[in-house]
Structure formats: C-alpha cells, structure tokens
C-alpha cells in the first residue's frame, strides 16, 4: 500500500506561484496513475489534475487549466503541480491521490494523502 504526503504549500499572492509536491512510499509508485484534488470547507472535493502512471497522459480541470502542470519523477517516487499565476479562488487544502494502474476509472483511490494549504491573497 502505497503512503503519501504532501508539501509545498503556503501563503502566496495574487498572480505569484507554487510548487506542491507528493512523495509516496513504496517500490511501486510507478505503477500508479497520480492525481491533484482540492477542498474548501463547505464544498465538494474538486479534481484539478492527474498523470497516468507512465506519465504520457494528463488531464486538467478547466478552471486551471494553462496555469497548472503535474508532473512526475518516478526516480524520486514523487509527484508535482506546478502553479502558476495564482487566483484567491484557487484558494484550499491540496491533497494528493493514487490509484493503481488498470482499475476502472469508477475505482476508488488507493490511497490519498493528509492535504496541504494554498492560501492565495488578493
């Protein structure tokens, strides 16, 4: 069972930038796709970006896209996002997420880490 964790968060201003990362435990990160989801209390989780688990695919969620890219370093067994040209909206705990390779999409995660704060200022 892979663990994760998340690091990289702050407080940052309006238009400024982030780098958030998510180390995991285990031999066998790179078998798991990786994926960026944020929370604000009171609102559902929302995806914000995943890579496959050999890194070829990459999917966004509108709302950052062209300003967020996640990336990987399987060597590091860790994941990234990238945030660029941050907005007070983007404002939430950032939590990290993986899910094994081949499980249908409907699969849940196989493991999520403790979240991270982006706290973005106007």
């Known amino acids: 069972q892979v663990q994760l964790v998340e690091s990289g968060g702050g407080l940052v201003q309006a238009g400024g930038s982030l780098r958030l990362s998510c180390a995991a435990s285990?031999?066998?990160?790179?078998?798991?796709?990786m994926n960026w989801f944020r929370q604000v209390p009171g609102k559902e989780r929302e995806f914000v970006a995943a890579?496959?688990?050999?890194?070829?695919?990459?999917d966004y969620a509108d709302s950052v896209k062209g300003r967020f890219t996640i990336s990987r370093d399987d060597a590091k067994n860790t994941a990234f996002l990238q945030m660029n040209s941050l907005k007070p909206e983007d404002t939430a705990v950032y939590l990290c997420?993986?899910?094994?390779?081949?499980?249908?999409?409907?699969?849940?995660?196989?493991?999520w880490g403790q979240g991270t704060q982006v706290t973005v200022s106007s």
């Open positions: 890579i496959s688990w050999n890194g070829r695919i990459t």
């Open positions: 285990g031999r066998t990160f790179s078998s798991y796709s």
């Open positions: 997420a993986a899910k094994s390779r081949g499980v249908p999409i409907s699969a849940p995660y196989d493991a």
